[in-house]
């Protein structure tokens, strides 16, 4: 081992600068990249380049797996295969019988809201990618994804699998994207009880499967097996998209609220494609809040700026938008739905509230009426999906990034 | 050998180490692998001090930090103090031998670990789990290994 020292002594020129004056150099650089990246979000476009220069790093990482994988493909036998296709046909045989009724019930879906014809799927595109690298600590638990800004893909875009809710996308490089995962404890999504309309947030459970309620008071209705779908509420998933079962709800006497954990029914451990959905604007369905745009969410602290006052509710409301999809429907139990609203919706009724002070800079049209209700500057005034939007954007949070983005 | 020769040399070996440290790993091995880039850095400034190893750790920290970073300039900051400790006590380090050369390691990784556990928590990702510790460990056992690498690389290239 006195084999380390072997370049002890060998003349190399230094490049100026004593070792201390550089090192204060780098710290000063690390420090102001970190303020300006945690503060700011300064460092989107610089974000941007790097993980394009890191993609080749990852696509190496990630060839020895996707080689192993297409060697197994390739030498699958014969028989397989069979299996596998008839298993495959089996399965689409009944989901076609599962989606025969399924027009017929939108259309009466359509009717009952009061809409002359069935509303369109709310999922308006969706793109496959594959996964080329999991990373699942206990503290991040996240997905890189073959699919980028090149693809349409935008920063805080929904990731689904065909079971359930994956994540969302949280940095768009040109040819990949990071996925963070509903199980990553710096994640939060809205959800609803799908037997009874409670609303909460779910929260990661930090392993590979779990979520934890909690939000919920000792007395919520939650059971066994009770199946969480999105709420459509934080501007980031549509309503109504299945995201985990409850797997253990435990109540303590002293304690105000109720301990909940459930297992989402996304697999991603056996998984190597995912699908990046874009939804239709306007739909009832659709994430309730007109900050969808990119630039929108990565406005760090909005709300802690003066936001324009958005338009009454009742005067915009379009009659063609039914019992909207973000309004509380339940309003009957709004008790642990909105009492137990948590960090990441916290910033939500300061945001939409109708403040009447006017934005400093961000609302330069003189008509509070038409205001619009994407409240960030960068939106231009008057786009066209403002006032469907304005309608939901009250009961609606904003986007919920993720968590620790929110907080200073 | 020319001080770019060593710089290339370098490079090479950070990127080699860095693939290391992204290449997915199931949870349990995750927690125990050693921080290979850290470790490439302390060589590279012990050994070569006067090549730019702070500029090395800042440089491989901010692609760390596009990785796995919660912010950028984490690992950077990191791994620049832990470079710069090494260049400055580079005689004291390489005059050790190989066990004490380890002791010093996991010092160093321990103080590179600090920086990283200090600035989560002050931007909020905290993470209090103690198995974000136990790559110290693991890295000062495979240090030896580690350094005998690195320097039959340098040698054989030369």
Known sequence: MAAFGTAAGRPLQGRGGSPGFRFTLYAVLSVVIMYLDQRAHYLERVRYVLQASAYPIQLAVNSPPSAWRWLRESFQSREALRAENARLRQRQRDLELLSMRY???????????????????????????????????????????????????????????DRGLIGQTTHVGPWSAEVILITDPEHAVPVRVERTGLRTIAVGGGDASSLALPYLPANADVRNGDLLVTSGLGGVFPEGYPVARVSEVHRDAIQPLAQVRATALSHIDSETEVMLVWFREGHPAAPATGARSAA????????????????????????????????????????????????????????????????????????????????????????????????ASPEAPPAVPPRSRREP | MTATQVRLRMALTALFALVLTVLPLPVWLDVLRPAFLVLTVLYWSINAPRAGGIGLGFTCGVMLDVFQGPVLGEHALALAIVAYIAVREHQRIRSKPAFQQSLLVLAALIVYEFVLFAIDGWTGHPVTTPLRWLHCLTGALVWPPVAAMLSYSEGRLA
């Open chain 1, 296 to 391: 929108d969410v990565k406005s760090g602290n909005a709300a802690m700026q003066p936001l324009p006052a958005p338009p009454r509710p009742a005067a915009s409301r379009p009659e063609s938008a039914p019992e909207h999809a973000a309004t509380p429907e339940h309003a009957a139990t709004p008790a642990p739905g909105t009492t137990s609203q948590p960090r990441t919706a916290a910033p939500a009724p300061r945001r939409a509230a109708p403040t009447a002070a006017p934005a400093a800079g961000a609302a330069p049209e003189p008509a509070p009426a038409t205001a619009p209700a994407s409240t960030s500057a960068s939106a231009p005034p008057g786009e066209p999906a403002a006032p469907a939007a304005g309608a």
């Open chain 1, 103 to 161: 027009d017929a019930l939108a259309h009466e879906n359509g009717e009952l809201r009061g809409l002359r014809e069935a509303l369109p799927p709310v999922a308006d595109r969706w793109l496959a990618a594959e996964i080329i690298s999991i990373q699942q600590s206990s503290l991040r638990q996240r997905l890189l994804i073959d699919r980028g800004a090149t693809n349409g893909v935008f920063k805080g875009q929904a990731v689904l699998d």
